[in-house]
């Protein structure tokens, strides 16, 4: 069975950094798109970063020159380096894996910014 599981969100001061961590089992990062992608209260589901299985990585223009997605391909794992974060960015952060029609979800991390 396929699980992505979120870790690294937190408490974190304006112009402060994190780093988000989606561990996934059952599934291959060589075929499979990941994404992050974050909620805030009252607000949309939105993408923030994918990486595709080729390798590009593309951005939301609000989190560009700020945030960098990552891979480890043997530790299955995908990262969202955060950084001079803003209360903006305050939201649920989500890890998500597309190939075709499978689409699969992790549980979310609460990320929030504020002094």
């Known amino acids: 069975q396929v699980q992505l599981v979120e870790s690294g969100g937190g408490l974190v001061q304006p112009g402060g950094s994190l780093t988000l961590s989606c561990a996934a089992s059952?599934?291959?990062?060589?075929?499979?798109?990941m994404g992050w992608y974050r909620q805030a209260p009252g607000k949309q589901r939105e993408l923030v970063a994918r990486?595709?299985?080729?390798?590009?990585?593309s951005y939301a223009d609000s989190v560009k020159g700020r945030f960098t997605i990552s891979r480890d391909i043997p530790k299955n794992t995908v990262y969202l380096q955060m950084n001079s974060l803003k209360p903006e960015d305050t939201a649920v952060y989500y890890c998500?894996?597309?190939?075709?029609?499978?689409?699969?979800w992790g549980q979310g991390t609460q990320v929030t910014v504020s002094s």
């Open positions: 998500k894996g597309d190939y075709g029609v499978n689409t699969y």
């Open positions: 059952g599934i291959s990062f060589m075929i499979y798109d």
């Open positions: 990486i595709r299985s080729g390798g590009s990585t």
